[in-house]
């Protein structure tokens, strides 16, 4: 008894150094994380391992057919989804069900017809729900976001959220046979997505949508999907909400958009907690890895400056509001620095332009690259490594049991960044599993066996 006493202390006393050391290193390579993340994180992690995997995730898998191997915006290209061995798409509605008239928008037509593309295919289709900005500046209630005029459905008051619920009852109804999943809206965490709404406003926003289509969702599954540094924060707001989704999403990038988490680990550590804390199937919602867009070297990077007049990013800031006026500056990044900074303040701008923590910066598109560190230290952002990525990440989904599926973002690549307009900017060009000119990259194949191999 002695002796096995002994034993049972040490491994106590093993456990608890291990834990301090990961909560030193949590504490260290994560400052930004939200207090509430490092009790679900690593507590969900470590509970994972002894928590059974729920009755719901076979029930939710009776739904999907099984596991779901998903992709991020088809671009229509039906015959090369089915032969990448992908099962369902996911793309987003943005336009409102009805006009002021009680009739169908054209968008919400046009989509629904796009559903039905898929659906004859073979193809399941997780609809994204309008993001608040929909009906906040709907046209079709009065509202115009180039003059920020507020239309009449404000999702900010209870009467707007009223109407809100009322079309996703509505759509989960009128798309039976047509979509096989509802993701209430996306990434309510970041902020340029929720604005001009609070994270609890937000939060709102989705809690009457997943009530209101809790008894009439039949054979859609429904729920939502947390992103960035605020997605433990957000979790808890709409925690009691657990019991109207059928899962819950999660968006991870890691080694694109961060210079936090290191290594693949981390899939473990927040997929793993966040099941534990929620008890809900978990089902990646976006999830990839840029092909392109290596960190510019230093002299690189004051090649780059010279176009504009300086030789060191100090002397760029320093003159910052010339800088934004240069006519080499690109001019879309110009407008969305005084969207967002109307009275021009230089600290403020100069934050923004170049300050890689602001989680909402234009660094990387200002310089055409990827922050330096911003990578996976066992991948560097080119053709090979990305494709090694996508068998070693879903290698690691498979493993899961309370994991649903997945939908890697994106189908193609992209012509130009969708935040700066560039066609030279990786952060928002290099995602795609085929390249502009319609030749399938090494990640193309890498999906397609990592889906084949994945039951």
């Known amino acids: 008894m002695k002796k096995k006493g002994k034993k049972l202390v040490k491994t106590l006393i093993i456990i608890a150094v291990i834990l301090g050391v990961l909560m030193a290193a949590v504490a260290i390579a994560g400052p930004k994380l939200d207090p509430t993340g490092y009790r679900y994180v690593l507590g969900g992690w470590l509970k994972s391992y002894v928590t059974p995997t729920v009755k719901q995730v076979e029930e939710v898998k009776e739904k999907t057919d099984g596991i779901i191997h998903g992709v991020c915006h088809p671009k229509d290209d039906i015959e090369g989804i089915l032969s990448a061995n992908i099962d369902w798409v996911r793309f987003d509605l943005y336009d409102t069900v009805f006009d002021a ?46 003059e920020q005029k507020v239309s009449t459905v404000d999702p900010r008051t209870e009467e ?17 046979g047509y979509v096989g999943g509802l993701q209430i809206t996306n990434e309510m965490p970041v902020d340029r997505f929720r604005q001009p709404l609070t994270l609890e406003e937000a939060a709102k926003y989705v809690a009457v949508q997943l009530e209101a289509t809790a008894d009439v969702k039949g054979d859609i599954i429904v729920g939502y999907n947390v992103a960035d540094f605020l997605m433990y924060q957000y979790y808890t707001m709409l925690e009691d909400y657990n019991q109207y989704c059928d899962y819950l999403g999660i968006d991870l990038y890691l080694g694109c958009f961060e210079n936090t988490f290191k290594t693949t680990f981390w899939y473990d550590m927040i997929l793993r907690g966040f099941y534990a804390q929620s008890k809900l199937p978990i089902l990646l ?23 504009f007049g300086y030789s060191t990013e100090e002397e760029a800031a320093a003159d910052i509001l010339n800088l934004i006026e240069n006519e ?25 332009l170049f300050n890689s923590q602001n989680t909402n910066n234009y660094r990387q598109h200002f310089y055409e ?5 911003y990578q996976l230290t066992e991948y560097k952002h080119n053709r090979e490594d990305q494709a090694r990525f996508y068998t070693d990440v879903i290698g690691k989904l498979s493993k899961m049991d309370f994991v649903i599926g997945c939908f890697a973002y994106c189908w193609k690549d992209s012509s130009s960044c969708y935040i700066c307009d560039s066609p030279n900017c990786p952060v928002e060009t290099g995602w795609g599993f085929i390249d502009l000119e319609g030749n399938c990259k090494p990640s193309y194949y890498a999906l397609k066996k990592a889906y084949e191999e994945w039951k």
Do not use: H, W
């Open 285 to 307: 919602c976006e999830f990839g890895y840029i092909g392109a867009g290596q960190a510019l070297t230093d002299e690189e990077r004051s090649e780059f400056l010279g176009q």
């Open 328 to 352: 080499n500056f690109n001019s879309r990044i110009r407008e969305r620095l005084y969207e967002e900074v109307p009275d021009k303040n230089p600290e403020t701008l100069r934050d923004l």
């Open 160 to 176: 707007g959220l009223a109407y809100v619920a009322m079309e996703a009852r509505y759509m989960a109804q009128d798309l039976q």
């Open 369 to 373: 690259e990827l922050n330096n560190g």
């Open 101 to 146: 008239d009680g009739n169908e928008t054209e968008g919400y037509k046009r989509y629904k017809e796009d559903c039905k593309k898929y659906a004859e295919a073979g193809i399941k289709v997780m609809c994204v729900t309008p993001y608040p900005d929909a009906y906040l500046y709907s046209p079709y209630f009065g509202g115009n976001e180039a």
